[in-house]
């Protein structure tokens, strides 16, 4: 792969980079120097952070209420874009409302329509429509620039905001972004298989992370994704990007990130690789990395500004 270099980034840990202005940093030694200057009195971004607030609700006309929970701060403000019918309540997101907190920035979570606590009926969605979910989060309540850190299926939707909304998002984190995710995996079935599915117009796909141990995915919504792939041709994103998978994601292979890095245009792109960790990157040291990811990419963007 031309013009990419890999380097050790911690016990663990690969970073590949992309162009001359990436970031280059130490995991270890770096974390530690953000976990220093945010420890008087914040909390280590542990997984039993709770958030006290109470849900408020962004009316649309002729959408579905979306449920969200806003924290005011200074910019840039982050907005967490969770998985595939996951919540705004998840380990990631609670550990970076946390770290905002601490910091003083804007920070906003919330749940896509048909999903948590947001109107809307799930059989009925796609990802067109979570897609404008995002950019109504965005142009309703989001004030300046944005850094959005997006979670497996969310890392694909926050592709789609930068593209949508190049003033207003100027960095990306991606946490095992699942890219084109259920396109890819419905095409790599088999043809008979495929057949069935059309037929039934439903794919009971299996999934550890299912409570029932498979989702149901409607026919309907494949389809409608394949209008949303990105990696077919070059993805118009300029902005700063981070990539973190974990080497053993069953769900979405590490290679997708490393497929998006080389995809978009943006020359300021790590990909950073969990040797041990799994599709969820829920554990302690996978949430000090996104963390230290976010303080980084806001250094960087002070930078800029000053």
């Given at each position: ?247 053993e994601d069953d769900v979405v292979p590490w290679y997708t990130s490393i497929q998006v890095a080389d995809r978009v245009v943006s020359t300021d792109v790590d990909v950073i690789l969990r040797k041990h960790s799994d599709h969820r990157m829920k554990e302690k040291a996978d949430i000090q990395l996104l963390v230290y990811s976010i303080d980084d990419l806001i250094d960087k963007l002070s930078t800029?500004?000053?």
């Amino acid at each position: 792969m031309a013009g990419v270099g890999m380097v050790a980034a911690g016990a663990g840990v690969l970073c590949w980079r992309w162009g001359l202005t990436a970031v280059s940093f130490g995991f270890h030694s770096g974390l530690s120097a953000v976990l220093a200057r945010r420890s008087d009195g914040v909390p280590r971004w542990l997984p039993a952070c709770r958030q006290k607030a109470s849900i408020s609700f962004l009316s649309r006309p002729d959408l579905p209420k979306l449920a969200y929970k806003k924290l005011k701060g200074k910019s840039p403000g982050i907005i967490f874009i969770p998985g595939y019918i996951s919540n705004m309540n998840g380990t990631k997101a609670l550990a970076i409302e946390e770290f905002c907190k601490s910091l003083g920035h804007a920070y906003i979570r919330f749940d896509y329509s048909g999903v948590g606590n947001s109107d809307g009926n799930l059989q009925e969605c796609t990802v067109g429509r979570w897609r404008q979910d995002v950019l109504s989060i965005i142009d309703e309540l989001a004030e300046g620039p944005q850094i959005l850190v997006g979670s497996s299926l969310g890392g694909w939707l926050m592709l789609h905001a930068a593209i949508a909304r190049p003033q207003k998002v100027v960095a990306l984190i991606g946490v095992a972004a699942a890219v084109d995710g259920l396109v890819t995996k419905f095409n790599q079935l088999p043809i008979e298989v495929k057949k069935e599915i059309e037929m039934k117009g439903v794919w009971s796909m299996p999934s550890k992370y299912s409570k029932d141990g498979v989702y149901h995915i409607q026919y309907s919504f494949i389809k409608e994704a394949e209008h949303h792939c990105l990696l077919h041709s070059p993805i118009p994103v300029n902005c700063p990007l981070r990539l973190l998978h974990g080497m053993e994601d069953d769900v979405v292979p590490w290679y997708t990130s490393i497929q998006v890095a080389d995809r978009v245009v943006s020359t300021d792109v790590d990909v950073i690789l969990r040797k041990h960790s799994d599709h969820r990157m829920k554990e302690k040291a996978d949430i000090q990395l996104l963390v230290y990811s976010i303080d980084d990419l806001i250094d960087k963007l002070s930078t800029v500004v000053n």
